[in-house]
T-cell receptor, first 114, second 113 residues
């Protein structure tokens, strides 16, 4: 079974631009979560989507948004990019089995904002 | 909110045993995870605890005490490839069918010969 895939793997943008990142979950997984990882703050939760609905949201400004499609693929968008948005963006898909939910991470998209 | 604490760095010798501690404070505890992350790679799942006690999986074991808000990851027979960051993450119930996973900042383990 293929793992979580994310595209693109690397991206360079300039301040003020916007960016869209894509995530395809493991087949059969309906929950997709997004995280931002920076050296100083570690892994921080952005939002979670389940069955095309945002089920949970972290403490990020409204410039960060996302959506999920009927095939469970998800996108996140960051508008009006700032230098501090440079980070590794990780997507994780999960499936509840036997009362246990385990998140499996994709390889991430490394975003550099200049 | 949540507060998750784990040591920033640890060093251990190849072949030895190391214990990485994690303490947490949460209002709706619904499970604790340990992940391994090598530099430049995505985190990979190691273990999951939701009930008190020890879960063993090969060279890795994880322990949980819900009353103390405490967990540890035990790595035995350390190998050089175990050099990585180890992330403690707590799943918190936020509402009906809604959960959030909050990560600690990770413990960077260096295994030396």
């Amino acid at each position: 079974k293929a793992g979580v895939t994310q595209t693109p793997r690397y991206l360079i943008k300039t301040r003020g631009q916007q960016v869209t990142l894509s995530c395809s979950p493991i087949s059969g997984h309906r929950s997709v979560s997004w995280y931002q990882q920076t050296p100083g703050q570690g892994l921080q939760f952005l939002f979670e989507y389940f069955s095309e609905t945002q089920r949970n949201k972290g403490n990020f400004p409204g410039r960060f948004s996302g959506r999920q499609f009927s095939n469970s693929r998800s996108e996140m968008n960051v508008s009006t990019l700032e230098l501090g948005d440079s980070a590794l963006y990780l997507c994780a898909s999960s499936l509840v089995r036997g009362g246990q939910e385990t998140q499996y991470f994709g390889p991430g998209t490394r975003l550099l904002v200049l | 909110g949540q507060n998750i604490d784990q040591p920033t760095e640890m060093t251990a010798t190849e072949g030895a045993i190391v214990q990485i501690n994690c303490t947490y404070q949460t209002s709706g505890f619904n499970g604790l995870f340990w992940y391994q992350q090598h530099a430049g790679e995505a985190p990979t799942f190691l273990s999951y605890n939701v009930l008190d006690g020890l879960e063993e999986k090969g060279r890795f074991s994880s322990f949980l005490s819900r009353s103390k808000g405490y967990s540890y990851l035990l790595l035995k027979e350390l190998q050089m490839k175990d050099s990585a960051s180890y992330l403690c993450a707590v799943r918190d119930r936020r509402g009906a069918g809604s959960y959030q996973l909050t990560f600690g900042k990770g413990t960077k383990l260096s295994v030396i010969p």
